[in-house]
């Protein structure tokens, strides 16, 4: 069973290709709005059982972070709720700020009250305190990215970014910020970015990717392989999408607001039957030109 579960987020990934993805919107409310990922256009909702702040998305599931009991819930693809992936993540309410899956497949959560990262298995379970924040000054940890084999977190009260190794631990300050960083990703390019109160800042090279078109307070952000970049406007107009070369944003799902979002891959029969027929002839075609 353990090699299993290392083998299906790689197969996973060869079947990216061949998967259509489903844009899943949280407003901050039990609401999660569905929007075609393609075109931007709403095609439906779902009601959560709790208020959701932050959405990942992790081998054609989505997983559902319910700040006010730090629970984490598990969805299909299709929208439908297959558990409680992970219960009370922290005593403390509205401690949870952040979820995302690592490259090892295991869930990271920050914890602001009680600035940790903790980590959970692929199923859920728990395996303990990843690492912890900063010991003085103001912080609250919150966004999470990994890139180059650490994980990087933003220090929301701080106006940091930590640095992590990959066996965690204490962290080191990767930069400092003149605003408070809220969500982390890494572009197409291999920089560190951050949304910081109503822009997109570039850690790695200290200057805005983009800070025109948007409304409201900068939240969640992705990078995704269309060479757009998406960022989520709470109280603003929705889901804004900019060049990854920067350039002017503009609303790309609309809805009254947008705390964080996640593309949540939707495999389509056919093309998964092609992408599986290819996969399988491949090394007899390789065999034939050696």
């Not at 995302?100 to 990271?108: K, M």
């Not at 109160?197 to 790695?204: F, L, N």
């Not at 990078?223 to 709470?234: K, T």
């Given at each position: 069973?353990a090699?299993?579960?290392?083998?299906i987020?790689?197969f996973?990934?060869?079947?990216?290709?061949c998967?259509?993805?489903?844009?899943?919107v949280?407003?901050?409310?039990?609401?999660i709005?569905?929007?075609?990922?393609?075109?931007?256009?709403?095609t439906?909702?779902?009601?959560?059982?709790?208020?959701?702040?932050r959405?990942?998305?992790?081998n054609?599931?989505a997983y559902?972070?319910?700040?006010?009991?730090?629970?984490?819930?598990?969805?299909?693809?299709?929208g439908?709720?297959t558990?409680?992936?992970?219960?009370?993540?922290s005593?403390s309410?509205?401690?949870?700020?952040?979820?995302?899956?690592?490259p090892d497949g295991n869930?990271?959560?920050?914890?602001?009250?009680?600035?940790?990262?903790?980590?959970?298995?692929?199923?859920?379970?728990?395996?303990?305190?990843?690492?912890?924040?900063?010991s003085?000054?103001?912080?609250?940890?919150?966004?999470?990215?990994f890139?180059?084999?650490?994980v990087?977190v933003?220090?929301f009260?701080?106006?940091?970014?930590?640095q992590?190794?990959?066996a965690?631990?204490t962290?080191?300050?990767?930069a400092t910020?003149?605003?408070?960083?809220d969500?982390?990703?890494?572009?197409?390019?291999g920089?560190?970015?951050?949304?910081?109160?109503?822009?997109?800042?570039d850690?790695?090279t200290?200057?805005?990717?983009?800070?025109s078109?948007f409304s409201?307070?900068l939240?969640?952000?992705e990078?995704?392989?269309?060479?757009?970049a998406y960022?989520a406007?709470?109280?603003g107009?929705?889901?804004?999408?900019v060049?990854?070369?920067g350039g002017?944003?503009a609303?790309?799902?609309?809805?009254?607001?947008?705390?964080?979002f996640?593309f949540?891959?939707?495999?389509?029969?056919?093309?998964?039957?092609l992408c599986?027929?290819?996969?399988?002839?491949?090394?007899?075609?390789?065999?034939r030109?050696?």
């Amino acid at each position: 069973m353990a090699k299993l579960r290392h083998v299906i987020p790689a197969f996973f990934a060869l079947l990216t290709p061949c998967m259509a993805s489903t844009l899943w919107v949280t407003n901050g409310t039990s609401t999660i709005h569905l929007f075609d990922s393609a075109t931007g256009t709403a095609t439906g909702t779902i009601t959560a059982p709790a208020s959701i702040t932050r959405i990942a998305a992790y081998n054609g599931n989505a997983y559902l972070l319910d700040i006010q009991n730090n629970n984490v819930y598990e969805y299909s693809a299709a929208g439908t709720e297959t558990g409680l992936f992970v219960s009370g993540a922290s005593s403390s309410q509205y401690d949870a700020e952040d979820i995302a899956f690592g490259p090892d497949g295991n869930l990271y959560i920050s914890l602001g009250i009680s600035n940790e990262v903790v980590e959970y298995s692929s199923t859920g379970s728990y395996i303990g305190v990843f690492g912890t924040g900063p010991s003085t000054g103001s912080h609250s940890l919150d966004g999470i990215a990994f890139g180059g084999g650490n994980v990087y977190v933003a220090d929301f009260q701080g106006k940091r970014v930590l640095q992590y190794a990959s066996a965690g631990g204490t962290p080191t300050v990767l930069a400092t910020l003149s605003n408070s960083p809220d969500s982390l990703a890494f572009g197409n390019n291999g920089d560190l970015y951050a949304t910081a109160a109503g822009a997109v800042y570039d850690v790695t090279t200290s200057s805005n990717l983009s800070n025109s078109g948007f409304s409201g307070t900068l939240r969640g952000l992705e990078f995704e392989g269309d060479g757009y970049a998406y960022v989520a406007g709470q109280g603003g107009s929705g889901v804004y999408r900019v060049s990854a070369s920067g350039g002017t944003a503009a609303v790309f799902a609309s809805l009254g607001s947008a705390v964080d979002f996640a593309f949540v891959a939707t495999p389509e029969p056919g093309t998964v039957l092609l992408c599986l027929t290819c996969l399988a002839l491949t090394p007899a075609l390789r065999a034939r030109r050696q």
